[in-house]
């Protein structure tokens, strides 16, 4: 009998001895298992190797510290991941379909079976391959000397995988890097910072397009954009100014008008918004906003004036400049439309489409004039400052080239007070006649156009140069024959 009638197991051992045992021999790996899951010290991630890629299939992501311990679970952005988890608790392997991660940075983390959950301080990137090639103007400032000397046409920008990014085409004019100090609403000064520039480069950048946007390793290109390159020894940031019009055509600058749009449509609207081709080349942007009017009406308002009165369903016309790539050939061509005024044609960004029509051609041939200017209500600091030989930039010219040369100054041709008859009496007025780069009108009844606007007797007009902005008013101009450009 395997139990006799003493109650002992073959006679051995008792029966009830031998439950005990049983059930002890059974608590012993649970009683394991408990101590180790309660026991367990909170991770730590010290590394994730590789940080950054823009494969499209599955890679091995390592990452190394300390405490983990099975089962546990690893996060990569949305992404709840298994990995194999060797003996020593120190590093960790998950296989990640990277290409279910949308672009742009991801937190990783990593969680034990007691729920203490670690985040790495690195962030994962998941990169696009660089699909397509865009040109664009970038601003960079407070550069150093050694940075000066490593900016040279022809640099090419690696990402830090060692891959070509960018290219230097074209070369702005270094100016002694700034601070500004504002004298008032239009005018300022503005001091050197010693050893330090700025400079406006034209670049040529490996870029993705996706979803609508285009983006530059992973952060969006567009205008007003930051954008970084890695130099040598460190990386330099700086600002998306614009995207040249597209090769192998002719760009051309129009007055369009944008008629019958909601109020909702015209908040979105801005400056830089641009139409691409499907590869992302831009072929029409808009350069600035003119003048905005209730449509149905005449009178058009200062630009922004519009949008502060546009309310329910009240219609808006907006007057627009903008940049066309054309097609080769007379007369101009805008994608299959022929640019008569009143013609309509389509722009359409990631954010709208609207219809706009020409209103006039603005680029015209470039043509030297001298213009009187009556510089008004100035600071005496400032009125001291203006002098023959000072050069005038463009302010819708990325790479600044100069459009304006003072030749001479004199007392001011109107008597004090003319235009701002409430101004303080330490206010002071100065005269200048300027030589001016303006576009020539492209018919009898158009008129020369500066910095984008009509240039006007008793008008506007602006000298902005790299110490300086003034205000004042046009007394009279004349074109200069034989001069195209500034000497």
Same mark, same amino acid.
């Given at each position: 009998?395997?139990?006799?009638?003493?109650?002992?197991?073959? #006679?051995?051992?008792? %029966?009830?001895?031998?439950?005990?045992?049983?059930?002890?021999?059974?608590?012993? &790996?649970? #009683?394991?298992?408990?101590?180790?899951?309660?026991?367990?010290?909170?991770?730590?991630?010290?590394?994730?190797?590789?940080?950054?890629?823009?494969?499209?299939?599955?890679?091995?992501? @390592?990452?190394?510290?300390?405490?983990?311990? =099975?089962?546990?679970?690893?996060?990569? #952005? =949305?992404?709840?991941?298994?990995?194999?988890?060797?003996?020593?608790?120190?590093?960790?392997?998950?296989?990640?379909? *990277?290409?279910? %991660?949308? &672009?742009?940075?991801?937190?990783?983390?990593?969680?034990?079976?007691?729920?203490?959950?670690?985040?790495?301080?690195?962030?994962?990137?998941?990169?696009?391959?660089?699909?397509?090639?865009?040109?664009?103007?970038?601003?960079?400032?407070?550069?150093? *000397?050694?940075?000066?000397?490593?900016?040279?046409?022809?640099?090419?920008?690696?990402?830090?995988?060692?891959?070509?990014? $960018?290219?230097?085409?074209?070369?702005?004019? !270094?100016?002694? $890097?700034?601070?500004?100090?504002?004298?008032?609403?239009?005018?300022?000064?503005? +001091?050197?910072? =010693?050893?330090?520039?700025?400079?406006?480069?034209?670049?040529?950048?490996?870029?993705?397009?996706?979803?609508?946007?285009?983006? !530059?390793?992973?952060?969006?290109?567009?205008?007003?954009?930051?954008? @970084?390159?890695?130099?040598?020894?460190?990386?330099?940031?700086?600002?998306?100014?614009?995207?040249?019009?597209?090769?192998?055509?002719?760009?051309?600058?129009?007055?369009?008008?944008?008629?019958?749009?909601?109020?909702?449509?015209?908040?979105?609207?801005?400056?830089?918004? $641009?139409? +691409?081709?499907?590869?992302?080349?831009?072929? *029409?942007?808009?350069?600035?906003?003119?003048?905005?009017?209730?449509?149905?009406?005449? =009178?058009?308002?200062?630009?922004?004036?519009?949008?502060?009165?546009?309310?329910?369903?009240?219609?808006?016309?907006? %007057?627009?400049?903008? /940049?066309?790539?054309?097609?080769?050939?007379?007369?101009?061509?805008?994608?299959?439309?022929?640019?008569?005024?009143?013609?309509?044609?389509? !722009?359409? @960004?990631?954010?709208?489409?609207?219809?706009?029509?020409?209103? $006039?051609?603005?680029?015209?041939?470039?043509?030297?004039?001298?213009?009187?200017?009556? !510089?008004?209500?100035?600071?005496?600091?400032?009125?001291?400052?203006?002098?023959?030989?000072?050069?005038?930039?463009?302010?819708?010219?990325?790479?600044?080239?100069?459009?304006? /040369?003072?030749?001479? /100054?004199?007392?001011?041709?109107?008597?004090?007070?003319?235009?701002?008859?409430?101004?303080?009496?330490?206010? +002071?007025?100065?005269?200048? %006649?300027?030589?001016?780069?303006?576009?020539?009108?492209?018919?009898?009844?158009?008129?020369?156009?500066?910095?984008?606007?009509?240039?006007?007797?008793?008008?506007?007009?602006?000298?902005?140069?790299?110490?300086?902005? *003034?205000?004042?008013?046009?007394?009279?101009?004349?074109?200069?024959?034989?001069?195209? /450009?500034?000497?």
């Amino acid at each position: 009998m395997i139990v006799d009638r003493h109650g002992r197991l073959l #006679g051995k051992v008792n %029966l009830l001895d031998a439950c005990v045992l049983v059930i002890l021999a059974a608590l012993i &790996p649970l #009683g394991v298992v408990a101590f180790r899951v309660l026991n367990v010290e909170t991770p730590k991630i010290v590394s994730i190797h590789p940080a950054r890629s823009s494969s499209n299939d599955v890679i091995t992501l @390592t990452i190394r510290g300390e405490n983990f311990y =099975p089962p546990l679970q690893v996060r990569v #952005g =949305p992404l709840t991941l298994t990995p194999k988890t060797p003996a020593d608790g120190r590093a960790i392997s998950v296989e990640l379909p *990277a290409a279910e %991660l949308p &672009p742009g940075e991801h937190d990783v983390l990593v969680m034990n079976p007691n729920g203490l959950t670690a985040k790495s301080a690195m962030k994962f990137a998941r990169l696009v391959k660089p699909d397509i090639e865009v040109d664009a103007f970038v601003r960079f400032q407070m550069l150093r *000397a050694e940075d000066r000397a490593f900016l040279t046409p022809g640099q090419v920008f690696q990402d830090r995988d060692g891959q070509e990014v $960018a290219r230097l085409q074209r070369l702005g004019r !270094f100016r002694p $890097a700034v601070e500004r100090i504002r004298l008032g609403k239009e005018q300022f000064f503005e +001091r050197a910072v =010693p050893e330090h520039f700025d400079v406006t480069l034209r670049l040529h950048l490996l870029a993705s397009y996706r979803d609508g946007r285009l983006l !530059f390793g992973d952060k969006p290109l567009e205008v007003n954009a930051p954008l @970084t390159l890695q130099m040598p020894r460190h990386a330099i940031s700086g600002k998306v100014l614009g995207f040249p019009p597209v090769q192998g055509g002719l760009a051309a600058e129009f007055l369009t008008v944008w008629s019958h749009l909601p109020a909702g449509l015209v908040a979105q609207i801005a400056v830089g918004d $641009a139409q +691409r081709e499907e590869r992302g080349t831009v072929v *029409a942007e808009v350069l600035d906003i003119v003048g905005e009017r209730p449509s149905g009406t005449k =009178p058009w308002l200062p630009s922004g004036r519009g949008r502060e009165v546009a309310s329910g369903d009240v219609r808006r016309d907006l %007057l627009v400049r903008m /940049r066309l790539a054309l097609d080769l050939g007379t007369p101009p061509v805008y994608r299959g439309t022929l640019l008569e005024e009143g013609v309509p044609f389509t !722009f359409t @960004t990631s954010k709208y489409e609207v219809e706009a029509s020409m209103q $006039a051609l603005l680029t015209g041939r470039v043509k030297v004039l001298e213009v009187d200017v009556n !510089f008004e209500n100035l600071i005496p600091s400032l009125a001291e400052v203006i002098g023959a030989g000072d050069i005038g930039y463009s302010d819708k010219d990325p790479l600044r080239a100069r459009v304006v /040369r003072v030749i001479s /100054r004199q007392p001011s041709a109107l008597p004090p007070g003319t235009m701002f008859p409430e101004r303080a009496p330490e206010r +002071r007025d100065v005269r200048a %006649l300027l030589h001016v780069e303006a576009h020539a009108p492209v018919n009898s009844e158009g008129t020369y156009t500066f910095n984008g606007k009509e240039l006007l007797i008793n008008e506007s007009f602006i000298l902005k140069t790299s110490s300086y902005k *003034a205000a004042g008013v046009v007394l009279g101009f004349r074109e200069l024959p034989g001069l195209r /450009r500034l000497p």
